[in-house]
Every structure is written in C-alpha cells, then in structure tokens.
C-alpha cells in the first residue's frame, strides 16, 4: 500500500488506498455536506448500493466518476476487488443509497477486509434517518437502542421484541411500510400502550411525523396505509410516566388545547394533529371536540 498523501481541508491528511464511508442525504439532495461533495470528486471509484440512485445525485452536482455496485448479493466477491483496488493505491468512496453506509446498509464486509489489511478507513458523516428521527420525536435522547430492521418472519419478529421488552432505553428501528401494521401488532400485543413515533419520509416531500401510542397509530395505520421509509421510535419500559401521552379515552378538548399551548399552534393545526394522533378524520375529531365540551 502507498504511504503517499493528499493534504485534506480541516482534518487529516488523506492518504492514496483508503476507503471513505460517506454519507449521503436520505432525501433532500441539499442535505449533503461540502466534505462529502469533495470526497466524492476527488474518489478514484465510488462503490454504490444501487449506481441507478448514486449516478442521480452525482448527475445532480456535476460529478462523473467511475462506479461500480456493492450490495448485499455481490458484497462477498467485491469486498476483495475494492481491497486490491485500495492496495494499489485506489481511493475508494462506500456510498449507501441514503444515509450512512454499513449502518443497516451493505458494508460491514468491505470494513472487516479493509482493517485485516490495514488500510485507512475514513469517515464522512452526514444525514442519518435514525439521528434525524430521534432528535425531534420527543422520547428520551440521553440513551436509545438502534435494532435496525426486525426480521421479517413473524416467528423471529416476535421474539426480537421480547428480548426488547424489558429494554428502558427508546428503541429506534427501521420498518417497510407493507410490514408496519403487522409491527406494530406486534409491538403492542408484546409492550402495551408506550408512546410511539412514525417517522415517515424524512426530509422528503411528503415527511410526516406521526404521534401518540402504539395502539393509536395501529389504528391510524389500519385506517389509512402509510407508505415510503418508515424510522419507527418506541418509548423504554416504564418511560410512559416521566413521557405521559394522551389516550383515546382523555377528552380530545383537553390534547387540542395541550397541543396550542406547547406548540403555540392555532386550534385548526391542534385539532389536525389530535386527529392524526388517535386515527381518526377531521370531521370525526371535530365531532368528539363538540361533544366533550
């Protein structure tokens, strides 16, 4: 391997055969960092999950690079192509779809083979739909769980989250949305009613933030499915007394004008989000408001 180096802009020097993991954004294109952009041009080979959705976002900035796949089905044979890439001195850029590669993302492999041989490996942090989630959804911060996706299989599903029950922390995963009811069944059937957030979308068009208990948004997803990337927040065992949340039999009256004074919203935008909460249409929450007076 070449002991040659490239002066780098606020860090380290980089040196020629090394691996970046680079962060990429999970929607928002202007969501990637200068650092990354830099990287990623000054990369000999960008290592995609899909070429299709990298070769966009190059395109997006005025960046043509030489690509080549890595995913979970070639990651066993290109692992060892990329390392004898790297030890001939070959600066390699790991991108993952969105987000932060190898973390539930194909990567870990490539990491493994890179240490065995002592090839640098550099980190270039950025948007994570797990980070982004957990900051704004209102559960405990200081400490979380990050289980990924749960197998699929409801067998091993079921027993994943029973090794979580007793877990104190947020638990944070990640769910697709044709699986999410069947989720949180699950969840509730196996923790009761914890407070709970559906992060969907995640600086996309269509972002939503949906609130309120594992029983409220079983509901809400019953009702209506929900579609797109889902980051799913589950607050830990005995967490619902310090972090209360407002149950379908508490006066909708009482969680509208909660949501006015915490939010400093107006009491359409209030009603709205109550609705959302418990599952239910504008026209039904209104109703209960009327009622509850």
Known sequence: MSAETKPG?????????CLYLVATPIGNLEDITVRALRMLGEADLIACEDTRRTAKLLQHYSLRKEMISYHEHN????????????????????????????????????VALCLRHRIPIIPIPGPSALIAA????????????FVGFLPP????????LERLAKETRTIVLYEAPHRLVELLAAALDRFGR????????LTKIHEEFLRGDL??????????PLRGEM???????????AHPVELPSAPIRERVEQIMREQNLDRKAALKQAARERGLTRREAYEQLLTSR
């Open 153 to 160: 299989r409801a067998g091993e599903r079921r027993k994943a």
């Open 9 to 17: 802009k606020g860090g380290p020097a980089d040196p020629l055969g």
């Open 231 to 241: 980051t799913v927040l589950i607050g830990g065992a005995q967490s619902g007394e």
């Open 75 to 110: 990651e066993m044979t290109r692992a060892a192509e990329l390392v004898i890439r790297m030890e001939q001195g070959a600066r390699v850029a790991l991108v993952s779809d969105a987000g932060t590669p190898v973390i539930s993302d194909p990567g870990h492999r490539l």
């Open 215 to 224: 029983a409220e948004l079983l509901v809400r997803a019953r009702r209506t």
């Open 134 to 145: 957990l900051a704004v959804s209102g559960l405990p911060t200081e400490e979380f769980v």
């Open 194 to 201: 914890r407070p709970t957030v559906i992060a969907r979308e």
